[in-house]
């Protein structure tokens, strides 16, 4: 009996330590970068859209079934009302981007982008607290 609840509680931590983490999309937007700014082209609110992170492998269950894979270092600046982290990023297409991650203080809410710079447009993904 030992023996099987030892390797039961072996297969939860094991399990565990290999969970993804979901988050659910509160709202998608999508940017392109204008006269020096970056405006607001299309935002959703979508009802059944996840964000899963599993280690740098980041998908979206988005209509493109979005693919992005994170490479490098982090980089952190520090903000007043945030904190935000950078990473080289690649894209399912091998297309380079940017991941941002911002966390902000007060809500607990984060703000997933993935920029591409060279051709100026911006994806963010809203998670909000539950």
């Not at 023996?3 to 939860?12: C, D, N, Q, S, V």
């Not at 607001?40 to 988005?62: A, Q, S, V, W």
């Not at 380079?96 to 591409?116: A, E, N, W």
């Amino acid at each position: 009996m030992k023996k099987i609840a030892l390797m039961i509680a072996l297969l939860f931590i094991w399990g565990a330590s290999f969970s993804q983490n979901f988050n659910k999309v509160s709202t998608s937007v999508y940017s392109s970068y204008e006269y020096d700014t970056w405006v607001t082209k299309e935002t959703y609110y979508p009802k059944d859209m996840y964000l899963t992170i599993d280690g740098n492998d980041i998908r979206i269950n988005n209509n493109d079934e979005s693919h992005y894979k994170t490479y490098g270092s982090s980089k952190k600046t520090i903000y007043d009302t945030h904190d935000c982290y950078t990473w080289s990023c690649i894209d399912k297409k091998g297309v380079p981007c940017i991941f941002m991650m911002k966390k902000f203080y007060d809500s607990g809410t984060f703000i997933l982008s993935f920029v591409y710079l060279k051709q100026g447009d911006m994806y963010e993904y809203v998670i909000e607290k539950q």
